[in-house]
């Protein structure tokens, strides 16, 4: 069985600061591994995926992940946050039967001008 | 806009009522995602269908029930309704089966309120 926990479920950031949402899985096999983003009224968005392929995954609007097997994370990172950033993000995690699927509990993420 | 559309985009109805929501995928996409996003329950996968069949289940209630149609068009049904129903219902949408494990589309949602 596969799920995720995302810790923090609000993080608060300075603009320009560095930006990190945690994510960490649970797969007894090889997990497909996903961030999307949610706007406010707006449906999710893809941010990057993880499909065992380089470990460290590299997305839209300067967003970056590294899969990390030893430490089953797969942490979401930006180095410079914009007011724009400012959403709800979501770690999801698939199996490579690609049969289920299953969302974190979200973050929230705040930009502080 | 993903090129995913979902109608209505606000549903307001009584306990015990039926509804029908209605996703229409991106054009050339043969994958339906059907998921649901309550404060409660979070965001969670309901059901896939591939090409006017059903691919993958989740966490769907037997009250639901989902059909993809030859023009690949997808309507959720959502019967007996309860107050735990009202969410946000997305549906996405694939060009291939495999959108599980690859990247997926999204609709607005279509937003149900159960009084």
């Known amino acids: 069985a596969q799920s995720v926990t995302q810790l923090g479920s609000h993080v608060s950031v300075s603009e320009g600061a560095l930006v990190l949402l945690r994510c960490n899985y649970s797969?007894?096999?090889?997990?497909?591994l996903f961030w999307y983003v949610q706007y406010p009224n707006q449906g999710l968005q893809l941010l990057l995926k993880y499909t065992s392929a380089a470990t460290l995954v590299k997305g839209i609007n300067g967003f970056e992940a590294e899969f990390k097997k030893s430490e089953t994370s797969f942490h979401l990172t930006k180095p410079s946050a914009h007011m724009s950033d400012a959403a709800e993000y979501f770690c999801a995690v698939s199996s490579n039967t690609g049969n289920q699927f299953y969302f974190g509990t979200g973050t929230s993420l705040t930009v502080i001008p | 806009d993903s090129g995913v559309t979902q109608t209505p985009k606000h549903l307001i109805t009584a306990t015990g009522q039926r509804v029908t929501l209605r996703c229409s995928p991106r054009?050339?996409?043969?994958?339906v995602y059907w998921y649901q996003q309550s404060l409660d329950q979070g965001l969670q996968f309901l059901i896939q269908?591939?090409?006017?069949?059903?691919?993958a289940k989740g966490n769907i209630l037997e009250r639901f029930s989902a059909q993809q149609f030859p023009d690949l068009h997808s309507e959720l049904n959502l019967s007996s309704l309860e107050l735990g129903d009202s969410a946000l219902y997305f549906c996405?949408?694939?060009?291939?089966?495999?959108?599980?494990?690859?990247?997926?589309?999204f609709g607005p949602g279509t937003r149900l309120t159960v009084l």
């Open positions: 269908y591939y090409n006017g069949e059903e691919r």
């Open positions: 996405a949408s694939s060009v291939t089966d495999r959108g599980l494990y690859n990247e997926q589309f």
């Open positions: 054009s050339g996409d043969l994958s």
């Open positions: 797969s007894s096999v090889p997990p497909y």
